[in-house]
């Protein structure tokens, strides 16, 4: 016996298929619109969680590109910087040969001597350049404040840190976009024991009194003194007779006077000399003020430089005077190549920076590419599969809507007089 079918049975089933018919329609319609597959996550939670991955991915690496070419901007600048560099200590190191010639008169190694002071004003300038964002090329973590500066006493001060920041290139992947100015100017080592000179930052004197950075005149006795340090103290007028500005040089670890240093008379422009070295002295220093003579295996350019003026300027013709010369040009010599080495070394790591950030940008941008590749096939559509299927449903919809008005007019009643 067959089933029968209630008038609210057919009609029911006919509204039902055509809903369903109406969503599908209205999906495809919204996803050719948006040109996208996924729409809300519950149209594929598989796809929208890895597209929501993709997502994360793609910005990722958009980050890392434009840490990459902020990183690469800086260290082309320092670069150049230090192209810079290397030409001031290219010229100081020819002026320094030039000063050696037999022939070379005083006058003459004073003129030397003046260029070679507006070039230690130039380097000077150049270890404190900043970058496009107003910040201390050369201070480390420290970037609002200048890395060196002149000290009034003579000498100078590094006033940076021996931070190096980093800039982030990839997940595991951390590059330094900085140096510090302490391990490329400061801690240049050569081949013979040095020495720098400051003053105390308590001294007092009206004038300041000033050290020259002083030169040495006898390696050998320096050496032997190496790698003790000495204090030059300045004591009360009455030490002496009759009063007068007088002072004391003590050996630093253990305050042992150095023979024959003990209250000696002070005129300003003197030169202090003891094991092997021969140092001036200018200004009024206050009974109190202080001076140091730090001995070291390391030789900045800056103090190098400064050296080598004083010595060329202040040096006669005579032939111990001429011995001392040749003596500090050699040494010169050797610490500016030394100088030019260090810059060089830093150079070729900022070389091998940009080589690693370059390298990583290209895997970032085909990573990007791969992943937009794969995220275009989970999300977009192919419009021309769309649109036939967006025409089958719509077809499917109109005969779902035809049949029912058919059917809905199947009714005893009409056939009733």
Known sequence: MADRLSSYQISASSLNNILRFQAQVAKTSEQVSTGRKVVTPADDPVANSRILQLDQEIALGAQYEKNIDSLRGRLEYQESIMVGMETVLQRVRELTVAAGNGTTTIADRQAYAAEIKLRADEFLQQVNSKDASGEFLF???????????????????????????????????????????????????????????????????????????????????????????????????????????????????????????????????????????????????????????????????????ERLVGGLMTLGDSAEDTAKVATLLADSLDNIDAAIENVSIYRSKIGARLNTAETTKDIHMDLGLVAKDVRSNLADIDYAEAVSRLQMETLALEAAQQTYVKVASLTLFNFLR
Not at 208 to 225: K, L, R
Not at 243 to 257: H, I
């Open 139 to 305: 201070s480390g973590f420290s970037g609002q404040t200048q890395a060196f500066v002149k000290n009034p006493g003579g000498g100078f001060t590094y006033q940076g840190d021996e931070g190096q920041r980093l800039i982030r290139i990839s997940n595991s992947n951390s590059v330094p976009v900085s140096d510090n100015g302490k391990d490329i100017f400061l801690d240049v080592p050569v081949k013979k024991p040095s020495f720098y000179t400051y003053a105390s930052e308590l001294n007092r004197g009206q004038p300041v009194g000033v050290i020259s950075q002083g030169i040495i005149a006898d390696q050998e006795a320096f050496s032997a003194f190496f790698p003790e340090d000495a204090i030059i103290t300045f004591n009360n007028e009455l030490d002496i007779e009759p009063p007068g500005p007088n002072f004391t040089v003590r050996q630093r670890s253990d305050g042992k006077v150095i023979e024959g240093l003990a209250n000696q008379a002070y005129f300003p422009g003197m030169q202090v000399g003891f094991a092997g070295l021969q140092i001036g002295v200018t200004g009024n220093p206050a009974p109190g003020d202080s001076f140091v003579v730090e001995s070291a295996k390391k030789q900045g350019p800056l103090y190098t430089m």
